[in-house]
C-alpha cells in the first residue's frame, strides 16, 4: 500500500502479484492489484481481478469506479 500510495503502481504490482501467489484468497491484496491496474491503465485487468476478489467475497465494498 505503501508503494501505491508513493505512485509507484507497477513496483506495488508487482509486490502485490508475489503475495497472491501465497494468498490467493486475500480480498484487500486483490483490492490493492485491481487499484493498481486501473492507476496504470490496465481497465480490463482490473475487471478482471474485481471478479476474483468478488467471487471470494460478494459483499467486499468496492469503490463506485470499480464497479463500472
Known sequence: AVLSQAGEYPKALT???????KQPDNVTVLFLK???Q???G???QSKKTVKQLLAINPDY????????
Open 34 to 36: 485491481a487499484n493498481a
Open 38 to 40: 486501473l492507476e496504470l
Open 61 to 68: 465494498p468496492l469503490p463506485q469506479s470499480m464497479m463500472e
Open 15 to 21: 509486490v502485490l502479484e508475489d503475495l497472491l501467489g
Open 42 to 44: 490496465e481497465t480490463e
